[in-house]
């Protein structure tokens, strides 16, 4: 059964830094992708982050250069840290797991989320 569970969001001050935390269970013996998105209120959920079973990362310009994915896949987690926050960084961040056969995507599974309030 894949389970992805995140954690580390928190009240922050604009300027500070958090690492979030998304452990999971049941991904990382399959070919996977995984991806950090983050909704703010009020908007539509975006893209952040992604990084695939070789390591390769990509990043939404907007936070490139600030956010940091990464993954140990000994401990089966993948982290985001972020620094230099900003309040229009403020949202609901969320864990997603891409599950693939070859080349094949099989499914897609989400974790509950973790708020990161950033006060200005």
């Known amino acids: 059964q894949v389970q992805l569970v995140e954690s580390g969001g928190g009240l922050v001050q604009a300027g500070g830094s958090l690492t979030l935390t998304c452990a999971t269970s049941?991904?990382?013996?399959?070919?996977?992708?995984m991806a950090w998105y983050r909704q703010a209120p009020g908007k539509s959920r975006e893209l952040v982050a992604t990084?695939?079973?070789?390591?390769?990362?990509k990043y939404d310009s907007s936070v490139k250069g600030r956010f940091t994915i990464s993954r140990d896949n000994a401990k089966e987690s993948v982290l985001l840290q972020i620094n230099r926050l900003k309040p229009g960084d403020t949202a609901v961040y969320y864990c997603?797991?891409?599950?693939?056969?070859?080349?094949?995507?099989?499914?897609?599974?989400w974790g509950q989320g973790t708020q990161v309030p950033v006060s200005s």
């Open positions: 997603k797991a891409e599950l693939f056969s070859g080349l094949n995507l099989q499914c897609e599974h």
């Open positions: 990084i695939n079973n070789r390591g390769v990362k």
């Open positions: 049941g991904v990382f013996q399959y070919g996977n992708a």
